[in-house]
Nanobody, 124 residues
Framework: VQLQASGGGLVQAGGSLRLSCAVS????????MGWFRQAPGKERRIVAA????????YYADSVKGRFTISRDNAKNTLYLQMNSLKPEDTAVYYC??????????????????WGQGTLVTVSS
């Protein structure tokens, strides 16, 4: 299983970016997915997560109302729409896949596969 994250870049505060995560696995439609981020010198933390059905989501308090996680099972792709970006959103963003389960998973250790990360830099 391979996950390829893309869409990061440099954006001014208040701007938007959309991250994508292409998954090379037929298991994608039956997998829980998540986006995590890691700022310099900090631990990797959950940003948003999505159940395999897409019907249940989780957002970290810091991104609620600004970020939206979604999936397109026909394209084996996970998305993270990020609006109203702030300098504190600057981090490397990682997508992750959990092979089985029907819930939303927010714990890093539960995920089975990870993408390589894409850097998001928000300037003030």
């Amino acid at each position: 299983v391979q996950l390829q994250a893309s869409g990061g870049g440099l954006v001014q505060a208040g701007g938007s970016l959309r991250l994508s995560c292409a998954v090379s696995a037929r298991a994608f439609p039956s997998s829980g997915m998540g986006w995590f981020r890691q700022a310099p010198g900090k631990e990797r933390r959950i940003v948003a997560a999505l159940s395999k059905s897409g019907g249940n989501t989780y957002y970290a308090d810091s991104v609620k109302g600004r970020f939206t996680i979604s999936r397109d099972n026909a394209k084996n792709t996970l998305y993270l729409q990020m609006n109203s970006l702030k300098p504190e959103d600057t981090a490397v963003y990682y997508c992750a896949l959990k092979k089985s389960g029907n819930y939303v998973y927010t714990t890093l250790a539960l995920y089975d596969y990870w993408g390589q990360g894409t850097l998001v830099t928000v300037s003030s």
